[in-house]
């Protein structure tokens, strides 16, 4: 398989996979409306031409030429006559899936990697911190720094992650030899975020498996610390925040990776992007869901419409703030390094 055909088939997965989770996103809209009898004519994922189209008394479902994203068409005059709560749970109802898409993904690869790790290593990876260490298949970690491991490994895993760049100390069980092992954790990049990488991997215990409530305990955690990273961009005390964004080649390179590696692999990543699309949308921008309900929110405070010039420079506002924010951000960043 060569190159060219490679990047083709990641930016068509990428393709497909976006389409899916904007698909999921317009749902949202789509049913909140019909619940509150807003009249949607048209549900489009992509832009411009129609490709493929069915029509219903009340909706043309199509698929559009440009598959950059999506929308729900929306009869705004009768919209507008809704009560303000019902205006809410139509506008955030999108994001509100992607959240629920997140989960469901989430909690799939949780369920199917059931089975809790040991600290046995299964396998070291060529030309990787962990080989460069001196670290070995069948070697048992029973110590880092100084942190003993039990029974649960998952606190060493969470720590391998957050320590990039760092060395740390194993205490290692080789046969019936105790070492000590320095190791220097490597710098990664992965959605947008620095995490550690090691290089090993970890036997799996074959004798017990995580619950189903364990699995969902383990996925909605997760998601918290998503939330709580993506809040962390805009928090210029944050000292611990990483975060980069990535672009549209960053995305496809990641994609293409993440199916190379695997259906749970890949599944974890759309779950993730499918989060991070739903908590771009709650930013109060124009064009975007939390820019509407901004909107919204103002219309009722003042107990009217706003004008075509209020809402203006509303937008105007918004945009300059969300401006600020990150190059106060960025400007906190250089002078912390």
């Known amino acids: 398989m060569n190159a060219s055909f490679n990047k083709a088939t990641a930016i068509l997965i990428t393709l497909l996979a976006l389409s899916f989770i904007i698909f999921f996103h317009e749902l949202g809209h789509f049913l909140t409306c019909q619940i509150f009898k807003v009249p949607t004519p048209t549900f489009s994922i992509g832009f411009g031409p129609a490709l493929v189209k069915y029509k219903t008394n009340a909706t043309t479902f199509q698929l559009a030429l440009l598959p950059l994203g999506g929308y729900v068409s929306i009869a705004v005059d009768i919209l507008n006559q809704k009560p303000y709560w ?14 629920v898409l997140s989960f469901i993904l989430f909690f799939i690869v949780f369920i199917c990697n059931r089975r809790p790790l040991t600290s046995r290593i299964a396998a070291v990876a060529p030309n990787s911190p962990a080989e460069h260490a001196g670290l070995k298949k069948d070697d048992k970690i029973v110590m880092y720094n100084d942190h003993s491991i039990e029974q649960d490994i998952e606190p060493f895993t969470q720590f391998l992650q957050t320590a990039a760049g760092k060395e740390i100390i194993l205490t290692v069980q080789r046969d019936n030899e105790v070492i000590h092992k320095t190791i220097k954790i490597e710098v990664q990049h992965f959605a947008g ?15 017990k498996q995580f619950s189903i409530a364990q699995s969902a305990k383990k996925t909605l955690l997760f998601m918290k610390t ?42 974890f990543w759309v779950a993730l992007l499918s989060m991070q699309i739903g908590l771009f949308n709650l930013l109060p921008l124009p064009l975007l869901d939390g820019g509407q309900a901004t909107q919204f929110t103002a219309q009722a405070l003042i107990g009217r419409p706003l004008s075509a010039q209020e809402t203006a420079i509303m937008n105007y506002a918004l945009i300059m703030l969300c401006i600020i924010l990150i190059l106060a951000t960025s400007k906190k960043k250089r002078a912390a390094h």
């Open 86 to 99: 019902q205006k809410m749970i139509i506008t955030l109802a999108g994001i509100f899936n992607n959240v």
């Open 193 to 207: 975020n620095q995490i550690g990488y090691a290089g090993f991997l970890f036997e799996t215990n074959q004798k």
């Open 226 to 267: 998503l939330i709580l990273d993506f809040g962390g961009l805009f928090s210029p005390a944050s000292k611990k925040n990483k975060a980069k964004i990535i672009g549209p080649v960053g995305i496809i390179s990641i994609t293409g990776k993440t199916f190379a590696q695997g259906w749970t692999t890949f599944l």
